[in-house]
């Protein structure tokens, strides 16, 4: 099955990443207090990943996060030593889905975003 999976995160005060499956309707949020906008951008890509990744599905991860997305596709460089402690467990999960794809989608576009209101 190819799977369509949009992931979201915000930091802050309210802060907490998620994940939501077009094809399936699966959503997943988990509140995280005290983490930045691309720590959750990240930790909503590793969710998605641990969850689905195993199950031999096709998967394309939209993220409306310009920097995420273009630093787990080799694009841009990682100069946090804490997210790239976390790009380096997405690209292990990565590793194991072939072929996976991560793409950015404008905000208006991310579905995940509209479901976890932010």
Do not use: C
């Amino acid at each position: 099955m190819e799977l369509s999976v949009y992931v979201d995160g915000s930091g802050g005060d309210n802060s907490g990443y998620g994940y939501f499956v077009k094809e399936t309707g699966e959503s997943f949020y988990e509140k995280k207090p005290g983490i930045t906008n691309n720590q959750a951008e990240y930790l909503g890509i590793i969710s998605a990943l641990e969850k689905l990744g195993g199950l031999g599905n096709k998967i394309t991860i939209y993220s409306d996060s310009k920097n995420t997305v273009s630093q787990l596709n080799h694009e841009f460089a990682i100069n946090s030593e804490a997210l790239r402690d976390l790009a380096r467990k997405a690209w292990s999960l990565i590793a194991n889905i072939s072929g996976l794809k991560i793409v950015w989608i404008p905000r208006s576009q991310n579905l995940a975003g509209k479901m976890l209101g932010s």
